[in-house]
């Protein structure tokens, strides 16, 4: 898959046929994956290129920048799953106000038309677009008439008697219903970062673990303090200390794990400030060293909230009972 820095980076004419799909796709769940799959097949079928335009940051960022929405992927999570689907181009439009007062009418004629010399369009049954979402389905209609454009309107896609949107998956991972978000996602939910030093309590119990900060996951949603059954990839990078004691074979696996997320409350007094949050990983029969290494942490589902325990020994007792639960 080829990425263009936004439309300014566009050479005209430069692809041929091109079918195009719009959105901020993020999650890139099995909604958006129907649209992308019928927009990818439609331009097989003349030989022609399909392309994804979307934005960086999400609209919501600039117009909204009170409002905090917590992202399902980080930006570049989100341009890989793109590239897996089989996307020729993605175009990543820097999105700022100024493109924001971008009226309906002028994106798709200076930009869809005259830019990339776009021959069909793809889109789903939600779509709006253009200053403060002016231009509707009706709208995008009469441009493509006019133009001889060809159009195709996507239908929701419902799974288990829920319409696939990222808000409805935002508001299940939200309540800690991980099971019901990835339904929609079609992959389990995951976190994606590089393993960072912790205090070694991990080791002392027995259990040693792998750390993520959650400010490395940028502008994700941060799941509840509590414990989860996960499933961990390990990635490591050329020239990383990654020591696994186990075959290298199995490094791109995913191990069964169990992920704590929370301020350890049983390593603190009550008078202490909180520490940051960390993403803790333990994965279950393995011994490796995962210091330098990246990994990625799908979460399966919530088995209970964090909680502060008398001292070590019951600490110990519930994570062998996490872990029975969790297999």
Not at 227 to 240: D, E, H, L, M, W
Request: charged share 25%.
């Amino acid at each position: 898959m080829e990425l263009v820095s936004g439309h300014n980076n566009i050479l005209k004419k430069a692809f041929p046929s091109p079918v195009v799909t719009i959105g901020n796709f993020d999650g890139v769940h099995l909604g958006h994956n129907q649209i992308i799959k019928n927009m990818i097949a439609k331009a097989k079928l003349q030989g022609g290129t399909s392309i994804v335009y979307t934005f960086r940051p999400h609209p919501f960022y600039v117009l909204r920048p009170e409002r905090h929405l917590p992202l399902l992927t980080t930006y570049d999570q989100r341009n890989k799953l793109l590239g897996e689907l089989g996307v020729d181009i993605l175009i990543e439009e820097p999105f700022s106000r100024e493109f924001s007062n971008l009226t309906a009418e002028r994106f798709f004629y200076e930009i869809l038309l005259h830019k990339i010399n776009v021959k069909e369009i793809v889109v789903g049954y939600d779509f709006s677009f253009g200053k403060e979402r002016e231009g509707h389905l009706e709208n995008l209609r009469s441009f493509c008439k006019k133009t001889k454009v060809s159009l195709d309107i996507v239908s929701p896609l419902i799974v288990n008697e829920d319409v696939v949107s990222s808000t409805q998956i935002r508001n299940y991972l939200i309540k800690g219903e991980i099971e019901r978000a990835n339904r929609l996602l079609g992959r389990g939910f995951f976190y994606e970062g590089n393993v960072i030093k912790g205090v070694g309590r991990g080791h002392q119990i027995g259990f040693p673990t792998a750390n993520l900060r959650p400010e490395s996951v940028s502008c994700q949603l941060l799941l509840s303090n509590g414990v989860y059954a996960t499933k961990t990839r390990v990635i490591p990078r050329a020239g990383s200390s990654v020591r696994p004691s186990v075959k290298l074979s199995v490094i791109n696996d995913m191990f069964q794990s169990i992920t704590n997320i929370g301020v350890r409350p049983t390593f603190r007094s009550n008078e202490e400030a909180l520490p940051p949050i960390l993403v803790e990983t333990y994965l279950l029969d393995m011994d490796i060293d995962l210091y330098g290494a990246e990994i990625q942490v799908c979460f399966v589902k919530k088995l209970r909230d964090e909680k502060r325990f008398s001292g070590l020994e019951e600490l110990k007792k519930q994570i062998e009972k996490d872990i029975q639960a969790a297999r």
